[in-house]
Nanobody, 127 residues
Framework: QVQLVESGGGLVQAGGSLRLSCAASGGTFYNYAMGWFRQTPGKEREFVMAITWSGDRSYYADSVKGRFTISRDNAKNTLYLRMISLKPEDTAVYYC????????????????????WGQGTQVTVSS
């Protein structure tokens, strides 16, 4: 059983930046691919970015291309999401998730792939 705890969310002005962290415990972090998702009220959970267990490949949603960067530190059991040039439409609760590694890249955008989820951290971008 892996426990995931997100942190780093907050209120930021449009154009600003934030770095989210996701601390993992209770399992072998490097066994899992990791993903970031986000959700706003009344909408389905939306894929943001994912990274393989080794960090050699990452995947992103078109909406965050060039603005968000995913990384991981397996020695620290921590996943990161660096967000720059934030827009009001990035406002959401951001969740990290752990799941199996797969060679089928598009699978990483499916929330159903993931086994474990954090409780989420709120990101609010003001205009």
């Amino acid at each position: 059983q892996v426990q995931l705890v997100e942190s780093g969310g907050g209120l930021v002005q449009a154009g600003g930046s934030l770095r989210l962290s996701c601390a993992a415990s209770g399992g072998t972090f490097y066994n899992y691919a990791m993903g970031w998702f986000r959700q706003t009220p009344g909408k389905e959970r939306e894929f943001v970015m994912a990274i393989t267990w080794s960090g050699d490949r990452s995947y992103y949603a078109d909406s965050v291309k060039g603005r968000f960067t995913i990384s991981r530190d397996n020695a620290k059991n921590t996943l990161y999401l660096r967000m720059i040039s934030l827009k009001p439409e990035d406002t959401a609760v951001y969740y990290c998730a752990a799941g199996p590694n797969t060679s089928h890249g598009p699978s990483y955008s499916d929330p159903g792939l993931y086994y474990y989820w954090g409780q989420g951290t709120q990101v609010t971008v003001s205009s």
